[in-house]
């Protein structure tokens, strides 16, 4: 089983992914970790990534994604702003999709509490303005607890 839980910074898709990991007993990755050294250095001087900056990083995401799958799966967490980017990790039809949305002031607001994050507080309206809405999977509201989310998710994904 391959579960994606995308979102913009600061949406929880940490928290939420720890908990399906949790859950369901399987491995857990974070995106971020997968980043390249100069992605890291360009957003912690406060730059947007590219098209180009991610297309490794989202190589290597759906590398580890089918290394996953030979041994049950795993869960990840991918802001995967962009179709182009969902589609090169939908390695197979049977991935399920996490969409984490809400309000911008909340997101801010959770953004500005994060401590020893590269990603910085400023870079949201960039990834706003990126995101593209999925037409797929399930779209859960931050507004609600993490508890709340997880449950959903869990539901979502036994159907």
């Given at each position: 089983?391959?579960?994606?839980?995308?979102?913009?910074?600061?949406?929880?898709?940490?928290?939420?992914?720890?908990?399906?990991?949790?859950?369901?007993?399987?491995?857990?990755?974070?995106?971020?970790?997968?980043?390249?050294?100069?992605?890291?250095?360009?957003?912690?001087?406060?730059?947007?990534?590219?098209?180009?900056?991610?297309?490794p990083w989202l190589q290597?995401?759906a590398n580890q994604l089918?290394?996953?799958?030979?041994?049950?799966?795993?869960?990840?967490?991918?802001?995967?702003?962009?179709?182009?980017?969902?589609d090169i990790l939908q390695?197979?039809?049977?991935?399920?999709?996490?969409?984490?949305?809400?309000?911008?002031?909340?997101?801010?607001?959770?953004?500005?509490?994060?401590?020893?994050?590269?990603?910085?507080?400023?870079?949201?309206?960039?990834?706003?303005?990126?995101?593209?809405?999925?037409?797929?999977?399930?779209?859960?509201?931050?507004?609600?607890?993490?508890?709340?989310?997880?449950?959903?998710?869990?539901?979502?994904?036994?159907?």
């Amino acid at each position: 089983m391959l579960i994606i839980v995308t979102g913009v910074s600061g949406t929880g898709k940490t928290t939420i992914g720890k908990g399906l990991s949790n859950h369901f007993k399987l491995p857990f990755f974070d995106a971020d970790n997968f980043h390249p050294p100069e992605n890291i250095e360009k957003m912690s001087n406060g730059f947007p990534l590219n098209d180009k900056d991610r297309l490794p990083w989202l190589q290597a995401l759906a590398n580890q994604l089918m290394e996953s799958e030979k041994s049950g799966g795993a869960v990840l967490a991918c802001s995967a702003l962009k179709q182009s980017y969902r589609d090169i990790l939908q390695v197979n039809d049977q991935v399920k999709w996490i969409h984490l949305e809400g309000d911008r002031e909340l997101i801010w607001e959770r953004m500005l509490a994060r401590k020893n994050h590269y990603m910085k507080a400023s870079m949201l309206d960039s990834q706003i303005a990126t995101w593209e809405e999925p037409d797929f999977g399930l779209k859960l509201s931050i507004a609600n607890s993490p508890e709340k989310m997880i449950e959903e998710a869990i539901s979502y994904i036994h159907k």
